[in-house]
């Protein structure tokens, strides 16, 4: 099971151009998609496609036409009531695979709203993993995630977060080993910016984004699944370090890789593979979501796991 709370969904919309972009020109586009989005909620959908039991936690207006839309797709969700309308976020997707993110902040939350979205995994039985995801909305505060993966851990939860900027800080600021999550999977801009690196460094080199990810794992991060984009992604956990480099993909959009490289590491980690099948498994699921357009989210046909080659990093 793989319970999502994503406290700030999205509307993806998607335009594909022609053509190159060309800032201060007017351009027509040659086409354009709304999907339901956000980082959880992205991870429900792979779930779907894959035949895993999920239950994606959300806030939305009810019986507005993101939520008849997951609904339609069959995406099993509990939408707690929310105020605001739901943000878009826009895709600007070039025919070189070129691909520029306009992401919205989102409507304000309260604190009743997201004691909701907290309670609605809290009152469940633990089991499986629940993964916490995507930016916060405007009025949580920067450690809510950091305080319910404690929660969560607390109640029996394997708990995997997937955030960026102040909401990360806080994850990382509250690092210890009893109440941290299992899975952190921060990308290696968001890696660098908890760690004090140079995100290009950490790209172009998986032993120095190995150094950085151990950090996280010494101060009490189960594992740490760094993304690196067209580098694959490196895995740090107690037992070793590995990196994966993916198979010679066509990129067409990047929306949704690392939603769908979370997806592929606990899919793999629920049927109990060990480590570098599970980065093997990520990192195939990343690649095969960068090759397809908007936020389209892979199913196993698409996924290409034996092309990907993994190798173990010496120990850090
Ligand atoms: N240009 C690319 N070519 C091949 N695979 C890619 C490319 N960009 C992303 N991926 C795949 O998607 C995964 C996640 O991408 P990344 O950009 O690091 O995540 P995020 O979307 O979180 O920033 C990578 O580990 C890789 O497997
Ligand atoms: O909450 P944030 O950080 O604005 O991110 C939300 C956006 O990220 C996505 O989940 C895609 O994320 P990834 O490209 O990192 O997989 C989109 O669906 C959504 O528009």
């Given at each position: 099971?793989?319970?999502?709370?994503?406290?700030?969904?999205s509307?993806?919309?998607t335009?594909?151009?022609?053509?190159?972009?060309?800032?201060?020109?007017?351009?027509?586009?040659?086409s354009h998609v709304?999907?339901?989005?956000?980082?959880?909620?992205?991870?429900?959908?792979?779930?779907?496609?894959?035949g895993?039991?999920?239950?994606?936690?959300?806030?939305?207006?009810?019986?507005?036409?993101?939520?008849r839309?997951l609904?339609?797709?069959?995406?099993p969700?509990?939408?707690?009531?929310?105020a605001?309308?739901m943000?878009?976020?826009?895709?600007?997707?070039?025919?070189?695979?070129?691909?520029?993110?306009?992401?919205?902040?989102?409507?304000?939350?309260?604190?009743?709203?997201l004691?909701?979205?907290?309670?609605?995994?809290?009152?469940?039985?633990?089991g499986?993993?629940a993964?916490?995801?995507?930016?916060?909305?405007?009025?949580?505060?920067?450690?809510?995630?950091?305080?319910?993966?404690?929660?969560?851990?607390?109640?029996?939860?394997?708990?995997?977060?997937?955030t960026?900027?102040?909401?990360?800080?806080?994850?990382v600021?509250?690092?210890?080993?009893?109440?941290?999550?299992?899975?952190?999977?921060?990308?290696?801009?968001?890696l660098?910016?908890v760690?004090?690196?140079?995100?290009?460094?950490?790209?172009?080199?998986?032993?120095?984004?190995?150094?950085?990810?151990?950090?996280l794992?010494?101060?009490?991060?189960g594992?740490?699944?760094a993304?690196?984009?067209?580098?694959?992604?490196?895995?740090?956990?107690?037992?070793?370090?590995?990196?994966?480099?993916?198979p010679?993909?066509?990129?067409?959009?990047?929306?949704?890789?690392?939603?769908?490289?979370m997806?592929?590491?606990?899919?793999?980690?629920?049927?109990?593979?060990?480590?570098?099948?599970?980065?093997?498994?990520?990192?195939?699921?990343g690649?095969?979501a960068?090759?397809?357009?908007?936020?389209?989210?892979?199913?196993?046909?698409?996924?290409?796991v034996?092309?990907?080659?993994?190798?173990q990093?010496?120990?850090?």
């Amino acid at each position: 099971m793989i319970v999502t709370v994503t406290p700030n969904p999205s509307i993806d919309r998607t335009v594909a151009l022609p053509g190159p972009l060309t800032r201060g020109a007017v351009h027509r586009v040659a086409s354009h998609v709304d999907e339901p989005g956000g980082k959880g909620v992205n991870i429900s959908r792979a779930c779907l496609a894959a035949g895993v039991p999920t239950l994606a936690v959300l806030p939305a207006v009810s019986g507005d036409g993101f939520v008849r839309d997951l609904e339609r797709l069959g995406v099993p969700c509990l939408v707690v009531p929310h105020a605001g309308s739901m943000r878009v976020n826009l895709t600007i997707s070039e025919p070189d695979g070129t691909t520029t993110k306009l992401n919205a902040f989102g409507a304000d939350t309260s604190p009743d709203e997201l004691e909701a979205l907290a309670d609605a995994v809290l009152a469940r039985p633990a089991g499986g993993w629940a993964v916490l995801a995507g930016s916060l909305p405007p009025g949580a505060p920067d450690d809510w995630y950091a305080g319910l993966a404690s929660r969560l851990r607390s109640a029996g939860w394997a708990v995997a977060v997937d955030t960026s900027g102040a909401a990360l800080d806080a994850v990382v600021a509250a690092l210890t080993p009893a109440a941290a999550p299992s899975l952190i999977k921060p990308n290696a801009e968001e890696l660098a910016s908890v760690t004090g690196e140079d995100p290009a460094k950490l790209e172009a080199d998986p032993r120095l984004t190995a150094v950085a990810a151990q950090s996280l794992v010494d101060r009490g991060a189960g594992a740490v699944l760094a993304t690196l984009g067209p580098g694959g992604a490196v895995l740090v956990d107690g037992s070793g370090a590995w990196h994966a480099q993916p198979p010679a993909t066509r990129v067409v959009s990047t929306v949704g890789a690392g939603d769908a490289s979370m997806f592929g590491y606990l899919h793999a980690d629920l049927l109990g593979l060990p480590a570098p099948e599970r980065l093997a498994s990520a990192v195939a699921y990343g690649s095969a979501a960068a090759g397809l357009p908007g936020t389209t989210v892979p199913t196993p046909d698409d996924v290409r796991v034996a092309d990907v080659l993994v190798r173990q990093l010496d120990p850090v």
